[in-house]
């Protein structure tokens, strides 16, 4: 008898958990925030009320949701940022992810706005859906004489960077073995299997197009042939270009510039091992 109630009370107790779990499981519409896919302008506040406020020499502040990735225009610069999580805690979603650009973990609170749902507060600031940008007046700052009014990022040059750190690595040969050379934009790592890393760092000059800086903030050992003093190497000129064709990068490089001696070296494409001034097609690594 002892161990048939033994049964039952475990039966109730399996039938109690399952329930909850059920229950639990359901979301509930208020915890949904669809937002994939969808941009936010930043909102000001006037004394008339909310405009969308174009600055003369920027461009309106603005986020736009991606699957796995954020982009951040903050007027004349702007950021990647690679999701790592989203999540709801007390009426706030959390989102953290990696900002390609400060190389850093990052943190952005969003909530739903309590008066209307075509707004959003991020960060403690009033942004609006793009799809509802008709609902409130666009004001444009008057420029001084000489300040040239900036046009906002292209969808393109978007896309291709996204494209860029949706990869993990780039190589002209992807195999693994220890001649294997490869381009991390996580980071922005070139690492030489077997032999040393460098940290890089990108700088857009052109539609599609990019420098690649070396980072002489810090080189961890063993450290490539006469760059012990690495801090001696410029982190303004760049050590290599890339532009996006089609799925692959064209990567030129021109090797490290010593700001002693005035010169460079390492002029051999690490890829190739050869001195090069045609670029070379780079490939995802991970696919």
Known sequence: MRAIMLILSLLL?????SSIIKNNGKKNKDDILNIEG?????????????????PCDASIEKYKFYKDTLYHNLGQEYDLIKRISFIKNE???IFKGYNFNTKK??????????????????????????????????????CIDGDKETNDI??????????????????????????????SVVGGQFVFRQ???????????GNNEFHVLFDNSYMKRPYPDNMENYQDFSATEPIGKMKKKGNAIEFIWYGFYNTKSKKRIHLENPFTKKIETEPIALTKCDD
């Open 13 to 17: 107790i399996s039938c109690k958990d």
């Open 38 to 54: 969808h941009t936010f302008f930043k909102v000001t506040e006037t004394d008339s009320g909310k405009v969308l406020l174009k």
């Open 91 to 93: 009426g706030t979603y």
């Open 105 to 142: 973990n990052e943190v952005i609170q969003i909530k739903k706005n309590n008066s209307e749902e075509y707004y959003l507060e991020i960060n403690n600031q009033t942004f609006i859906d793009s799809l509802f940008i008709n609902k409130i007046v666009l004001t444009k700052e008057p």
């Open 154 to 183: 292209s969808e393109e040059t978007i896309n291709f960077e996204k494209d860029i750190v949706s990869a993990k690595s780039w190589s002209n040969d992807c195999k693994l073995d220890e001649s294997y050379v490869y381009f």
């Open 195 to 205: 032999r040393f890393s460098i940290n890089t760092k990108i700088k857009k000059i």
